[in-house]
């Protein structure tokens, strides 16, 4: 069987959707490859033979009329990555304002005199010409190049439609001022709407080729603009690790760049530092702010024993961390590369907007050439077949039909990262939409997943702190989960626990030892039968595990401890159901427990004492009875229901099966952020089909105007421009979502 892998190369020279759709075709055409081309990410994902080179996938590119390169390895130390990431964009973007600018002054003398009659002097057609050359040439140059090259390679985009109907424009005019009667001194020129039926010899355009190539820079400059906005989140997080960090070496500390730190290595991380890198804390007692990575605003304790994340800020304490992961199997490594995955895909919305966008241009060149014949043969003389024609090439570019995805899935997934929300791919927003029902896992999704000491109850005269200082010292000596949550809770309510001696655990029963001079048993009845101590009586509570205590011979009382429900968790499941979801509590445990965890969090549909393997089958068994299901867990006997339902949500704070399993991972282990990861998956969707009914809209609503010559070239060149702005502002109105 032949191997496959994954190859990313950054695709320069693409201006338009059809670029991208042009490449992409020639890249699937190559024997086993699978190519993706974004035109917003300028990238290409393409799955092909280990046999298939990298450099014949490099080639096909340039042969198709683009340039194509390996993203650039990052250094060991990321900073000067990360300055060379952040100048070269703007760059790019400055050149892109200074050609604008400049267009912008020469043109505006040139619209002006075109427009009002009255500005219009002896031989001001003349300095219109002087003006208007320099915007046409040096400032059309980029779309001008592009045509070429397209034209060599046998193809037309976006960047053919703009330098046709600009170079038309200028060559009618250089016609009429050189060979007609325009050139006349004394010449005045009217501006109309609409196509003009002057005298052909006599009608110039050159505030149509100036005005066009003008409103075409300033789209271009918005548009990168923008897109450098929606990139934003990604970069934010990209760049959000240290850049160097203090290296236990020897017992002494040594500043190294993080790109040399490696697993197993000490380092410290002072008050307001960043930490390095994914580890666990080995001395010191801080807080620790993870707002950037995982949306929380809170920071979180920590002390020795506990895993912090690189990239968080260290609030307080000294910290001494042992790194666990390191460069590219960190949490904030993986965290970017599932935004930057979701970024480069494609939904299938997008798919259909491509396929229009590959064909559109050659269509479109096709009608300009019929309305050319139409209105010439109506007898409307050549003006205003010519005015009409390059209204149609140039209103119709489909500019924004290529924007309308990629901007709003990167502005969306972007977002999502900042609120600890990870979308893995633009597939998973159509599931969104059509989710009715949310299984809930109880163990650490809905509920804490730990123990905790619940309630007292003791017997006659006995004291309740005394009672927990006798049964939390000798828990203490445990290792089991019910005795761990006894010993730490009892500690919390009444201080510090004395010391055991003659401590035993009986296998199945509970534990015995003496405290304070008083022999102490505690477990189930039977182990206190077996003393010869009658137990005291159990409450009637299904939904915790009772302790029975006795010592020196006489039973004293019972603790409870349960599995805690977390505090938002009746506050996250109001909010699902605020989304028409219906919840079901889906676990492992009895049904008595699990019924009373659903009653406090205000789930009515509870599946209980499910084995792991038959959660798929529930799941399964939901949507034969017609049901969407997304599966919220985050162990790793959730990973199979994750993967085979309709959504799957992995919390952030479980295991690495149930991440890569789930659609979507919620950073942060607050179930309510499911509702938000919903809520701002159907906001992305609908403002990509906002976009794409709008880009639609707008090419099939003007291209009749234009060719009925109800258009002005002029003003289809400003309104092609601003429709791509349009599309991109409309996406970056995610950036606000909350």
């Given amino acids: 069987m032949t191997s496959s892998t994954t190859t990313e190369l950054l695709v320069g020279g693409m201006t338009c959707a059809s670029c991208a759709a042009r490449v992409e075709k020639k890249l699937n055409r190559m024997d086993g490859v699978t190519a993706t081309v974004n035109y917003a990410t300028e990238k290409a994902r393409i799955e092909h033979p280990a046999e298939v080179p990298v450099a014949d996938l490099i080639a096909t590119v340039v042969r198709t009329g683009y340039t194509a390169e390996l993203p650039p390895q990052p250094e060991p130390e990321p900073a000067p990555e990360s300055d060379t990431r952040e100048h070269a964009a703007p760059d790019e973007t400055a050149a892109l304002r200074q050609r604008l600018v400049v267009s912008a002054l020469l043109s505006a003398p040139v619209i002006l ?154 380092f410290v991380v002072r008050p307001g530092e960043k930490i390095a890198t994914d580890g666990t804390v080995t001395e010191g007692v801080s807080a620790v702010d993870a707002s950037m990575l995982t949306g929380e605003s809170v920071p979180v304790d920590v002390t020795a024993g506990d895993a912090v994340t690189g990239g968080c800020v260290n609030t307080s304490g000294r910290l001494v961390v042992e790194a666990a992961h390191v460069g590219a199997d960190t949490r904030l490594a993986r965290m970017a590369g ?38 010439l043969a109506t007898g409307a003389g050549p003006t205003a077949a010519f005015t009409a024609a390059v209204a149609v090439l140039i209103i119709a570019c489909p500019c924004a039909l290529g924007l309308a995805t990629p901007t709003a899935l990167m502005v969306g997934t972007g977002r999502g990262a900042q609120l600890g929300i990870l979308i893995k791919g633009p597939e998973v927003l159509e599931s969104t939409r059509r989710v009715d029902t949310v299984v809930l896992d109880k163990t650490g999704t809905v509920t804490t997943g730990r123990m905790e000491l619940r309630k007292v109850y003791v017997d006659g005269d006995t004291d309740e702190a005394g009672l927990l200082r006798l049964v939390g010292a000798l828990e203490h000596a445990s290792e089991h989960p019910v005795a761990r949550a006894i010993a730490a809770g009892a500690a919390y309510r009444v201080g510090p626990l004395p010391e055991v001696s003659g401590f035993e655990n009986v296998p199945g029963l509970g534990v015995r030892g003496t405290v304070d001079g008083h022999h102490v048993l505690a477990g189930r009845p039977a182990l206190l039968e077996a003393a010869g ?25 019972v603790v409870t401890v349960a599995d805690a429900v977390k505090d938002t968790s009746a506050e996250a499941v109001a909010r699902l159901r605020a989304l028409d979801l219906t919840p079901v509590l889906l676990t492992g445990d009895n049904r008595a427990v699990a ?23 529930v799941v399964q068994r939901l949507r034969a009875e017609g049901r969407t299901v997304a599966m919220v867990g985050d162990g790793v006997n959730d990973a199979a229901a994750l993967a085979v339902a309709d959504l799957g949500l992995a919390m952030g704070t479980g295991t690495d099966a149930a991440i890569e399993a789930g659609d979507l991972t919620l950073v942060r282990g607050d179930l309510r952020v499911a509702a938000d990861a919903i809520r701002l998956s159907r906001r ?21 105007l234009a060719a009925a010559g109800l258009l002005n070239p002029m003003i289809a060149g400003l309104a092609m421009a601003f ?16």
Avoid at 354 to 373: H, Q, S, Y
Avoid at 539 to 550: E, K, L
């Fill in 595 to 617: 019924e009373a965890v659903a009653a406090e969090v205000g789930i009515d549909e509870v599946i209980a004492e499910v084995l792991p393997q038959e959660k798929v089958e």
């Fill in 113 to 266: 005199l075109a427009m009002v009659p009255a500005l219009q002097f002896d031989n001001w057609q003349w300095l219109s010409l002087t003006l208007a050359s320099p915007v046409v040439v040096w400032g059309g140059l980029p779309f001008h190049r592009a045509a070429w090259t397209n034209l060599r390679h046998g193809a037309a985009t976006m960047d053919t439609l703009v330098s046709v109907g600009t170079i038309a424009a200028y060559g009618w005019s250089l016609w009429a001022l050189f060979l007609g009667d325009a050139g006349m001194p004394g010449m005045r020129h009217g501006f109309d709407l609409t196509v003009s039926r002057a005298d052909a010899a006599s009608t110039i355009y050159l505030e149509v080729a100036a005005g066009v190539t003008v409103f075409i820079l300033l789209g271009r400059w918005l548009e990168a603009r923008a897109k450098r906005k929606a990139g934003a989140a990604l970069r934010a997080l990209m760049e959000l690790g240290a850049k160097d960090v203090a290296v236990l070496r020897a017992g002494r500390e040594a500043r190294v760049p993080v790109g040399e730190l490696r697993v197993g290595d000490r």
């Fill in 338 to 375: 599932l935004v930057e995955d979701a970024q480069n895909g494609k939904a299938e919305v997008q798919r259909l907007a491509d396929r229009v966008a590959a064909v559109f241009v050659p269509v479109v060149m096709a009608i300009a050439l019929a309305t050319l014949g139409f209105w």
């Fill in 533 to 557: 101590i009658v137990p005291p009586p159990l409450p009637d509570d299904h939904a915790s595990t009772a302790v029975a205590i006795a010592w020196d011979g006489t039973a004293r009382g």
């Fill in 684 to 704: 992305t969707l609908a403002t990509i089909k906002g976009n794409l009914f709008w880009a639609f809209g707008y090419n099939v609503a003007a291209l009749p």
């Fill in 723 to 738: 429709s791509s702005v349009f599309v991109v502002s409309n996406s970056l109105r995610l950036r606000a979502f909350t």
